[in-house]
């Protein structure tokens, strides 16, 4: 009688089991990082989103994205077009350093115009192809007064052991939050600025490693 007491236990575990397995076709959602990923679409208004992002042949925006942690060179900086017709800043080389990449988190450290920007980062894609792309405050200091604006900024290209290739780096002028740039004048939110590596290729570099050894 126990023979039979156990097997019939054993026989109902194994459905038990059964009952709770998932069926093949079960989308299994994570609970992490991901939740905190701010998709590239809400990342600017709506009416300024087909204007701009027209200009990029294509926005990788996959699950899967490179690791591109490590340094780049983007020379020289060429002016693709803005919806002003001409550009309001220099052509001199930029750099950008990726680091403390988690999937689709990273913090990035952009050198433009002669000063180091610092922040957080969201990265998309799916390996070589990506877009990495994140909100800044700049700020610049004229005769005491600080005058800042806000921007969204945007790169795109393709992971390789040299670099990055057909890197095209964009900006959208979110807001002006005291008062006019010395230099330029109004900050117009909307304007917008695209850009991309001349040669094709933003290659490897180590330009921050000597900024931080001359510092020390």
């Known amino acids: 009688m126990k023979k039979w007491f156990y097997i019939v236990l054993f026989v109902g575990w194994l459905l038990g089991l059964a009952g709770c397995s998932i069926p093949p076709d079960e989308t299994i959602i994570f609970v992490g990082p991901e939740s905190y990923i701010t998709p590239l679409d809400e990342m600017i208004p709506d009416a300024w989103q087909s204007s701009f992002f027209s200009n990029f042949d294509s926005l990788p925006q996959g699950y899967y994205p490179p690791n591109i942690e490590g340094e780049y060179r983007i020379s020289k900086k060429q002016f693709c077009t ?35 920007w610092t922040d957080t980062a969201f990265i998309t894609g799916n390996d070589p192809w990506f877009s990495l792309y994140f909100k800044e405050k700049r700020a610049l200091v004229s005769y005491g007064t600080t005058h800042t604006h806000r921007r969204f900024v945007l790169f795109t290209g393709r992971k390789s052991e040299e670099g990055i290739h057909d890197l095209y780096f964009g900006t959208v002028i979110l807001g002006a939050d005291n008062g006019d740039d010395p230099y330029v004048g109004a900050f117009i939110p909307g304007w917008y600025f695209i850009y991309k590596d001349q040669d094709g290729l933003s290659e490897n570099s180590d330009w921050f490693s000597h900024e931080e050894d001359e510092d020390e």
């Open 82 to 116: 803005s919806n002003l017709g001409y550009d309001l800043s220099d052509s001199l080389d930029m750099y950008l350093r990726v680091v403390n990449q988690d999937n689709r988190l990273a913090s990035v450290q952009f050198f433009e115009g002669g000063t180091v």
